[in-house]
């Protein structure tokens, strides 16, 4: 495998220090070499660990970083994942307007590129921006969405993900006990499966499982 697909292998399975060590070697190299792809690919994971630690400013400035090199670089491909990264810091941080045009402006280049596949990732992850920011209707149109293009180009890799999904529906629907059942059967996918979610994700499942609790009758 590619320092790149090691580095994703570690982040996926949660050896996080692993990921960040990876990343590091991987844009030092690519620097040397004078590598932009494999530098990009570098910095996004650097940003993918801020994120899980925690440290929005900095997955905003790698992320930044990544896609001024991109940009300059004009290789549209290159873009992809920067700027993902940014549309993720800007939600995290609750800034939903410019989350929503960053995810709307990853759409657009990912359809332009043909990646269905982010397409529908991008869908569901905008959908959790209209969620959080009051836009019910508009959030279960896009998850709905999501999942139609997933299962349409064999995306089975974002299953997992769509079943957080259905169980953040299902509590909005008010039927908490669906919505448990199916945060577990979430949980149980990724554990089969080795890995843990994203950390946008995770926290997802988090805000999830906290408004279970506060529904949750008095035992």
């Not at 400035?61 to 920067?82: F, H, I, N, S, T």
């Not at 959030?139 to 349409?152: I, M, W």
């Not at 064999?154 to 008010?174: C, H, I, R, T």
């Amino acid at each position: 495998m590619s320092l790149y697909e090691d580095a994703l292998a570690a982040f996926r399975s949660g050896a996080t220090s692993e990921a960040a060590s990876i990343a590091e070697d991987l844009v030092r190299t690519s620097r040397a070499s004078e590598d932009v792809s494999g530098e990009i690919d570098g910095l996004c994971m650097l940003a993918r660990v801020a994120l899980r630690q925690g440290d929005l400013k900095r997955v905003a400035m790698l992320a930044g970083e990544g896609r001024g090199l991109a940009l300059r670089k004009k290789e549209p491909r290159l873009e992809r994942m920067p700027l993902h990264l940014e549309a993720v810091a800007a939600r995290m941080q609750g800034d939903f307007g410019t989350a929503r045009q960053l995810y709307k402006e990853s759409i657009d280049l990912n359809r332009q590129l043909g990646e269905e596949r982010m397409v529908a990732a991008e869908h569901r992850n905008v959908a959790y921006v209209e969620l959080h920011d009051g836009n019910g209707a508009k959030a279960r149109e896009l998850f709905s969405s999501s999942a139609s293009l997933a299962r349409a180009c064999g995306y089975d890799a974002l299953e997992p993900y769509l079943l957080l999904d259905s169980a953040v529906l299902a509590f909005d629907k008010g039927d908490a006990a669906r919505a448990g059942q199916l945060l577990e059967e979430t949980r149980e996918r990724f554990a089969a499966a080795g890995q843990i979610p994203d950390p946008d994700d995770a926290a997802e499942a988090e805000w999830l499982r906290k408004r279970l609790d506060e529904v949750a009758p008095d035992s």
